[in-house]
């Protein structure tokens, strides 16, 4: 696992990885803009709709308080669905540069089927969100239960999709165990909750995943 890490830096290196990185950080970070200013207004337009607006600096606040709280639970959501316009492009880059043989036998997944995986992976992240969001509260109250369960639920999501990834391309050989696709979860998620990190996580884990299975450990 470390050296499939350390191999998905090096990438960072290749000219094709990096203009990928650039493309998905620029598109993060204007997506979550949208989406912030959006919420913003959403959110005056319903306070102003239930007479609470009249304390300009309380519902100021309190639209912040929820438009940050939302940017950094959607952050996920947005980067991976972003990556996974580019997954295709980062995956021929690793394959091209370091295992030619199963980039032979890969076939790329039509641009359709590309969509289709992206939105199935969107509405899984939000509907097990959800679903965990009344586990999250109750466990506010253990001080760091929420933090850890939300970082098992995403986790299971994130190896879930990376593992798509791979399957799409080079079928049941891009295929991982649960512990291993649960570690690279993990490594992604907890990577996405450090700034500045997180906008690297998405290309990272897509590259250390390609090493993880090409290497022969993904069904340790």
């Excluded at 890490?5 to 650039?22: G, K, T």
């Excluded at 021929?92 to 370091?98: G, I, K, L, P, T």
């Excluded at 295992?99 to 359709?112: D, E, I, N, T």
């Amino acid at each position: 696992m470390i050296q499939a890490l350390m191999l998905s830096f090096q990438s960072l290196s290749d000219r094709r990885i990096f203009a990928v990185l650039v493309k998905v950080i620029l598109l993060t970070i204007v997506s979550i803009l949208i989406l912030g200013v959006g919420l913003w207004f959403a959110l005056q337009g319903l306070f102003g709709w239930f007479n609470v607006n009249d304390d300009s600096l309380w519902s100021g606040l309190l639209s912040g308080a929820i438009t940050v709280l939302s940017g950094f639970l959607l952050f996920r959501v947005v980067a991976v669905a972003i990556t996974w316009v580019f997954a295709d492009d980062i995956i021929d880059a690793v394959e091209d540069r370091h295992y030619p043989r199963q980039a032979a036998f890969g076939k790329r997944p039509s641009l359709g089927a590309g969509v289709q995986l992206a939105m199935r992976s969107i509405m899984r992240v939000l509907g097990y969100n959800l679903l965990a969001l009344p586990l999250y509260v109750l466990l506010l109250f253990t001080g760091f239960g929420t933090a850890i369960a939300f970082l098992l639920i995403n986790a299971l999501l994130l190896g879930r999709d990376l593992e798509d990834m791979l399957i799409a391309r080079h079928g049941a050989k891009g295929a991982m165990n649960k512990l291993p696709r649960l570690m690279l979860g993990l490594m992604g998620t907890a990577g996405m909750l450090v700034p500045l990190v997180n906008l690297l996580v998405p290309i990272l884990a897509t590259a250390t995943a390609v090493h993880w299975v090409h290497s022969g450990n993904s069904n340790l």
